[in-house]
């Protein structure tokens, strides 16, 4: 089994530039939970960056929530004059103070789907064209 992560988040994220490459490191592993099939029905994280199906219906799966909280983070790393929250987000949509290209606005279109079941998975983020 692999361990997901419940609480990605500014804070959360340190940036590792001794290297050739940088690397982005997700620390404050204590709302881990190993990763199972089916639905979890207790949330452990920031909870104004809970996915949507938490608010509304008390139970998230482990992917979509991964994605949704990635959203939520490029949005804080683009926009550092208002906070991504999910009730926002569900009472007035997507709205940021920068420009982002097509791109970034599609990446970022398909990590926020309100319904998890149209929610990119992470494996289709990683080849979008955004990221190469």
């Known amino acids: 089994m692999t361990l997901r992560d419940r609480d990605i988040k500014l804070g959360n994220i340190l940036i590792e530039t001794g290297s050739d490459v940088?690397?982005?490191?997700?620390?404050?592993?204590?709302?881990?939970?190993?990763?199972r099939k089916?639905?979890?029905?207790?949330?452990?994280?920031?909870?104004?960056?809970?996915?949507?199906?938490?608010?509304m219906f008390r139970e998230y799966?482990?992917?979509?929530?991964?994605?949704?909280?990635?959203?939520?983070?490029?949005?804080?790393?683009?926009?550092?004059?208002?906070?991504?929250?999910?009730?926002?987000?569900?009472?007035?949509g997507f709205k940021i103070n920068s420009n982002p290209s097509i791109d970034c606005q599609d990446f970022l279109q398909m990590c926020l789907s309100k319904d998890p079941e149209r929610r990119a998975t992470l494996e289709q983020l990683q080849l979008h064209p955004w990221l190469r």
């Open 22 to 35: 940088p690397h982005a490191r997700v620390i404050d592993v204590g709302c881990d939970a190993l990763v």
């Open 38 to 55: 089916g639905y979890y029905y207790y949330y452990s994280g920031t909870v104004l960056k809970d996915p949507p199906e938490w608010f």
């Open 61 to 92: 799966k482990a992917s979509p929530t991964s994605v949704w909280q990635l959203g939520a983070l490029l949005c804080d790393l683009l926009d550092h004059k208002c906070s991504f929250t999910t009730p926002m987000y569900l009472d007035e």
